[in-house]
């Protein structure tokens, strides 16, 4: 089974593209500055650009024992926007890899040099997800303005590490003029001679790869426009412009022969993973004990693996990456039964032998990950087919299961993983199965507050909110190895952005590290200023959790597909005591809306009988993936509607008044 694919690249890009090396000698001189540059005006590429990188050059030199990347990059700066962007730089790394060489400079217009000294450059960590670190190391560019060029090269060491099935990015966060690859391939000759270096590009043509003098193959792109930031665009490597580079052997198979054929090696390499032996067999004896269907004997096993096994690649294992690499690795899922503790895969392959021994069909699903990219069996390599389920035939249909995800809730896969092929691996049979997503009722946020507004408009009481499914999945992997003062300041933060002047007190946050119940925020809360008050009225907006979110699609026009991650349903439940003497002037309730079987959104409010409590519930659901941009309009149209019902106010006034 082997560890889950990290999505390393996604955070990589939250932080800046950088994908580290060696630029020659730490000493080596700057390239010669062309006064059209230092005299440029506008940007080349994308005419509203606030900054251009006029080149980006990045040398990949896999002949030695380490893989090392050289990065050379020069930018000029245009607006006051481009200098605050391009001031500060982060150049991420993470695991064994680290950064050296780091050299900079910034060149005015008048051609005079400031150079960024060393001592301005430091090591910080700047993401930590799930327990997993990445790392960079941060300088802001001296002497920026308007008008300047800024240039700065690095390396990146990758230990150990091949280039084979390496990505190789073209598009950054702001437009390059000029986009240069130059890479040397591993020794391949010694007993792999029919081994050779390929590519595959995606979304864009960079020129054929030329072998030069040195040794380097040389490949480049011209005027590649800004990667643009969309809500809920199709992950990245879906859209931009990258290039895979891969070792293959022989000619390519077609599609239709060559992932069998891969199924049936996967079912080769990974059938002794599942080995039973005598203990495995008394083991799922006992954790299925009298379960009669099939399901309920799999619940039991999956929760068993889930909760009683524990997974040292949690961030809640409390094991830390030395203890980790301190640890014996488990050979055969009797090993993980006796030592209590595994990776994921390991938790997996554990699974996989206690099924068997329930007298389960067994095999390895091979999966793409959709936060990465969308599968296209058409390219036939096993780059994008990187994660590995356990695949039980229950009936005449295949299962997919998945204990070693922790805070994976029995029957669901991750998000990453729903609505994808997946290759089922088989010596006769190998083939693709489509996996389902999840149903709404499996994702939820159920939101409850009981409030109490005061005459000068604020409001106050308490709120508990729950999350299931890939929700509390999420918020468990966001908090689980933070202090509880730093999961209550997330909280407020969550609070604030939404209502600036909101305080909170009583905070209690439970089952953070649950594998099966719900994640729960629990807390007091005071918004001063929250109903506006004009004269002898208040103006008052019942959607309490919706307060202060903006529209999701802001934009006119749509550049890339619209893509949600999953299936989701909301549900809200708020109570407001009115203050005395006042009384409804407008009650009204937003119209529902509905759209197919994708949209349905319900809204009721009302009064208690004594006219002294506001009763206010929303509903809604939400059941679609992938939209074209020509859904936009309509998609948008919809979610605008959402939002001016969710901003729907209701009227107070003093009861006085009415006589």
Not at 155 to 163: D, I, L, N
Not at 386 to 410: C, I, M, N
Not at 509 to 515: C, H
Request: aromatic share 10%.
């Amino acid at each position: 089974m082997g560890h889950r694919r990290v999505l390393i690249r996604a955070l990589l890009a939250l932080c800046c593209m950088t994908i580290g090396t060696r630029w020659a000698l730490a000493g080596e001189d700057w390239k010669s500055i062309d006064p059209a540059h230092l005299g440029l005006k506008a940007p080349v590429v994308e005419k509203d650009a606030d900054a251009e990188a006029i080149f980006w050059e990045v040398r990949v030199d896999d002949a030695g024992e380490d893989l090392i990347f050289s990065n050379y990059i020069r930018i000029k700066v245009f607006t006051e926007r481009g200098k605050e962007s391009q001031s500060k730089i982060d150049i991420a790394y993470y695991g064994r890899n680290w950064i050296t060489d780091v050299a900079g400079r910034t060149i005015k217009p008048d051609g005079s040099i400031v150079e960024l000294k060393k001592d301005a450059i430091f090591e910080r960590t700047i993401i930590k997800a799930g327990g997993f670190k990445i790392k960079a190391k941060t300088f802001a560019m001296p002497a920026v303005e308007p008008g300047v060029i800024i240039e700065y090269r690095w390396k990146e060491v990758r230990p150990g590490q091949s280039a084979n099935n390496m990505p190789l990015e073209f598009q950054r966060d702001i437009p390059v003029q000029f986009v240069k690859y130059s890479f040397k391939p591993a020794h391949l000759e010694s007993g792999f001679s029919s081994v050779g270096m390929s590519f595959k590009a995606f979304n864009g043509e960079p020129s054929p790869p030329v072998k030069e003098k040195d040794g380097f193959y040389t490949t480049s792109m011209t005027n590649v426009p800004a990667l643009h930031q969309e809500p809920h665009m199709p992950p990245e490597d879906q859209i931009k412009r990258w290039m895979l580079l891969f070792y293959s052997r022989g000619k390519p198979l077609p599609p239709d022969e060559y992932w069998p054929k891969l199924g049936k090696d996967l079912y080769e390499a990974f059938k002794s993973n599942m080995k039973v032996n005598d203990d495995i067999k008394k083991a799922a004896a006992a954790t299925i004990g009298d379960a009669a269907t099939p399901e309920q004997k799999l619940q039991r096993l999956y929760e068993f693996c889930h909760t009683k096994i524990k997974n040292i690649n949690s961030a809640a294992s409390g094991f830390t990456d030395v203890d980790r690499e301190k640890l014996k690795k488990n050979e055969s899922p009797a090993d993980t039964l006796k030592r209590g503790m595994g990776t994921g895969g390991d938790i997996n392959q554990l699974f996989g032998a206690l099924a068997t021994a329930a007298e389960f069909q067994v095999r390895t699903a091979a999966l793409s990950d959709r936060g990465d990219t969308f599968f296209d069996k058409r390219f036939t390599h096993y780059y994008f087919l990187r994660a590995f389920d356990v695949a039980v035939k229950v009936g005449s249909e295949w299962q997919l299961f998945d204990p070693g995800t922790p805070y994976l809730p029995f029957g669901m896969l991750r998000w990453q993983e729903e609505a994808i092929p997946a290759l089922i691996c088989d010596s006769k049979e190998a083939g693709f199965v489509q996996t389902m997503p999840a149903g709404i009722d499996k994702t939820v946020q159920k939101r409850n507050a009981t409030l109490k507004l005061g005459e000068d408009g604020t409001l106050e009481g308490d709120v508990r909110i729950e999350y299931t499914g890939h929700f509390a999945i999420e918020k468990k992997r966001q908090n689980d190895d933070d202090s509880s003062s730093q999961r209550e300041e997330t909280l407020r933060a969550m609070i604030k952005d939404q209502m600036s002047t909101a305080e909170l007190s009583d905070i209690k946050i439970e089952n953070v590290t649950d594998p099966d119940k719900p994640f729960v925020y629990a807390f007091h809360v005071r918004v001063p200023g929250y109903a506006q008050r004009t004269g002898k009225r208040l103006f008052l907006q019942p959607a309490f959790f919706q307060k202060g979110i903006g529209a999701m699609f802001p934009d006119s026009t749509r550049q890339h597909e619209i893509y949600f991650h999953y299936f989701w349903k909301e549900v809200d439940t708020v109570s407001i005591a009115l203050p005395a003497g006042f009384v409804l002037d407008n009650a009204d309730a937003p119209a529902p809306l509905t759209a197919g079987a994708v949209v349905d959104y319900k809204v009721s409010v009302g009064v208690t009988a004594k006219h002294d409590e506001l009763r206010f519930k929303r509903t809604f659901s939400f059941s679609g993936l992938v939209f074209p941009v020509s859904n936009y309009p309509q998609l948008k149209q919809v979610f605008d509607s959402i939002h001016e019902r969710d901003n729907h106010t209701i009227t107070l006034k003093l009861a006085a008044a009415v006589q």
